[in-house]
């Protein structure tokens, strides 16, 4: 079935570093991509999407491109901030019919002042 | 702006014992979904509803029911609680398939 992976393991990285999660998927057809973000103590929130390949999606400074010839989605933030420490899913939809999204096992980002 | 609103936030039961976690969202959306997430699994859907009146099972369904009587409320019940079921659960909403909306979560520890 359709599924997304996610790199192993907790990420530590010092303010202002680069973030890099990475994130390959599993699909027939031509899913969309999303990644979700839990800040602690609260419930996910949709961080950005991309619904085609070669789309980059972006929000609050991070960013994914739909690489559909690697089938990955990878998210990347330039210069993290201590507020960025959170939990970090990728997921996908095939939207054809389907109303659920499967999601990675997610990556817990400590970002240390 | 309520969005998506879960009761308890917080319960611990007996083996055995049955309980309901109730889902509230006032978005008007149709779909609506119930998650749990366990350390190292991710998120894992239960069931979900597309529709006042329809529900459907997801990946982990056994254990549990749900019911959507309104379309505004979804609910989890637990009819016999076993240890394995002790998890976070997630309810969550949309309209379509792309962007879900997330309660804050149910702590629910089985004993």
């Known amino acids: 079935g359709d599924s997304v992976t996610q790199m192993e393991g907790p990420v530590t990285l010092s303010e202002e570093a680069f973030l890099t999660i990475n994130c390959t998927y599993t699909?027939?057809?031509?899913?969309?991509l999303f990644w979700y973000v839990q800040y602690p103590g609260e419930g996910l929130q949709l961080l950005l999407k991309a619904t085609k390949a070669d789309d980059k999606g972006s929000n609050k400074g991070f960013e994914a491109t739909y690489r559909k010839e690697t089938t990955s989605f990878h998210l990347e933030k330039g210069s993290v901030q201590v507020s960025d420490s959170a939990v970090y899913f990728c997921?996908?939809?095939?939207?054809?019919?389907?109303?659920?999204?499967?999601f990675g096992k997610g990556n817990q980002v400590v970002v240390i002042p | 702006n309520a969005g998506v609103t879960q009761t308890p936030k917080f319960r611990v039961l007996k083996t055995g014992q049955s309980m309901t976690l109730l889902c509230a969202q006032d978005m008007n959306h149709e779909y609506m979904y119930w998650y749990r997430q366990d350390p190292g699994m991710g998120l894992r859907l239960i069931h979900y509803?597309?529709?006042?009146?329809?529900?459907a099972k997801g990946e982990v369904p056994d254990g549990y029911n749900v019911s959507r009587l309104k379309k505004q409320n979804f609910l989890l019940g637990l009819e016999s609680a076993a240890p394995s079921q002790t998890s976070v659960y997630f309810c969550?909403?949309?309209?379509?398939?792309?962007?879900?909306?997330f309660g804050s979560g149910t702590q629910l520890s089985v004993l």
């Open positions: 509803s597309v529709g006042e009146g329809t529900t």
């Open positions: 969550a909403s949309s309209v379509g398939s792309t962007k879900l909306f």
């Open positions: 699909a027939t057809g031509y899913p969309s």
């Open positions: 997921a996908l939809t095939t939207g054809r019919g389907n109303n659920r999204l499967a």
